[in-house]
């Protein structure tokens, strides 16, 4: 009786969690809006952070819905106004990312993305060590500039045809042995019969036949253990492929800014939390992470191909004299000559992806000085009007303008142009953008912003900054690692903004507690969001490689745990290493308030471990 309510209230969680939580957590406002009245902002704006919480985790109603909690509870509870909440769903990060999607839209739109993976599988070759190398360098480059879920959904299936190619020797080897064992098997019944009547060389025939069924028997003993070796190796083979899709793909979106949302919700925090900051432009964020990402995702390829390839290079490697596996080369050689050449509308897309990656990385050259102002385009204008959001909304305006095929007009027209002459289609256009667009990620960003903001304006975050004081003493590399160890942990049952979005606020006010730089913890945390390797739900590409089948649950996590302990110990040596000249996360910075009063003892603490880390 007793299981069958668990059970049934199982089946019913998120229904159950939605009314518990409000209800459970009542009592914080109601009391304090009683008895101490003069904290009841405060206590008002946890109550929203702590429903919030739990509908992310549990995904109660979908996350973009939930992150309109703050529209309905700010206001009502005396948080905020109305329109002070609403700005957040628009901020210049928000921009930033759409302006991003843009561009990713276009590239996926031309066909551009494809070409690019096959045309790196082409190079690296169809030996399996090296096909995994290709399919982690294509993936990770495109989940740098777009979404990791369209790049999984793409790379996975041109996966799946070149991994059945790969083992296509072995099944028509397998299913000619068949048919000889067949053919045999019947000549000699044959020839049985056909010798019963021949007197003295019945004997011989005999001997024949027995000596052919003894062949069939020990044939049919080695059959099992033969389809046993090939199918474990194709198994093993398909785990250790897909998981290097998946892999990559989190992996290569922590190296740009645009590469995955926790990374824009750090830069907005910054912002919104600390002003005087200036945030985590392009350039920044790139310089201090894509170092690495590219360490991770080499350990990563070591990992998986010794996991799941081996040793076999006698069997695998044309060097040893082992056979080459052509066939995985052709499927992805006509996968790529399909394409056609480069057409003209993908050469637009090209030049229009590089001019933004270059006005991002040009905008702002805090390392470079030049005398008496700061180098970069966007200095040329007004100071602090300029930011990594125009240069992103100049080039996608510019797609839908730019045509997608070369002008049909005056001298730019062909003499065999028998076509009237009229407006050629742009790069691209409002229905592909609107089919493709991930509209639900714009309000689930704005839904963290606007949470980080009331918890800011309520005075929450100055309550948490003298609760963390406490923390002063701990050296400040032992509680950066224990937060990037919890943001991994927790992303692993809940989306990584999620992750961000309820974590980055309180980690800002943590960092002031304890009078350390809040890059240093920040930063870190951000990325160590895109670190969930071990499970199916922690984030869309590990579901959808999960999916295609033959992977369990087990495997993710055996292989996961070893990815996720690797990717944080890289992540502390990048954030104590490089960490000090881009971030200067050794010292305390002006535009952040020490609330512990220890801020001498701490920066001497972060000098320290900078040098016993770095040695």
Known sequence: MGYNVLKELWAFRRSVIFWFIPIAASPLPIYFGVAEKDFYKEAACAYVVIIMAFYWMFEVVPLAVTALIPLILYPVMGVQPSGD?????????????LGGLMVAVAIEHVNLHKRIALRVLLVVGSQPRWLMLGFMLATAFLSMWISNTATTAMMTPIGAAVLAELFKEEDDQAAEEDTIRKVRGESNGGLELET???????????????????KEHNEDEEKPEVKEKVSSRRQSMQKGLMLCIAYAANIGGTATLTGTSPNLIV????????????GVDFLQWFTFAAPGMVITLFLAWLWLSTLFVGCRCAEECSCCGGKKRSGAE????????????ISFAEGGVIFHFLLLVLLWFFRDLKFVDVGDRQAGWAYYFIPGYVTDATPAMIVSFALFVFPSRPPRFLCCRSKDDEE????VPGLLNWPTVHSKMPWHIVLLLGGGFALADGVEKSGLSAWLGQQFSRLAGIEAWIICLIVCI???????????????????????????GICVNPYFLMVPAGI???????????????A?????????????????????????????VMVNTLGVPIYGIDTFPDWAVCRSGAIQAANSTINSTMLMTTL
């Open 85 to 97: 909440v609403s700005k957040n769903y628009l901020k210049d990060t928000n921009v930033l990312f």
């Open 196 to 214: 019963i009547d021949v007197e003295g060389q019945t004997h011989v025939y005999d001997a024949i036949a027995n000596e052919n069924a003894t």
């Open 267 to 278: 830069s907005e925090q910054m912002e919104i939390l600390f002003p005087g900051s200036g």
């Open 330 to 341: 052709e499927v992805i050689r006509k996968a790529y000559d399909e394409l056609g050449p």
């Open 420 to 423: 009237k002459p009229g407006p």
């Open 486 to 512: 919890g943001v991994a942990v927790f992303t692993e049952v809940a989306s990584n903004v999620t992750a961000t979005s309820i974590f980055i606020p309180i980690l800002a006010q943590m960092a002031e």
């Open 528 to 542: 160590a969001a895109s670190f969930a390797f071990m499970l199916p739900v922690a984030t869309p590409p590990n």
């Open 544 to 572: 959808i490689v999960f999916s295609y089948g033959g992977i369990k649950v087990s495997d993710m996590v055996k292989t996961g745990f070893l990815m996720n302990i690797t990717s944080l110990l890289v992540l502390m």
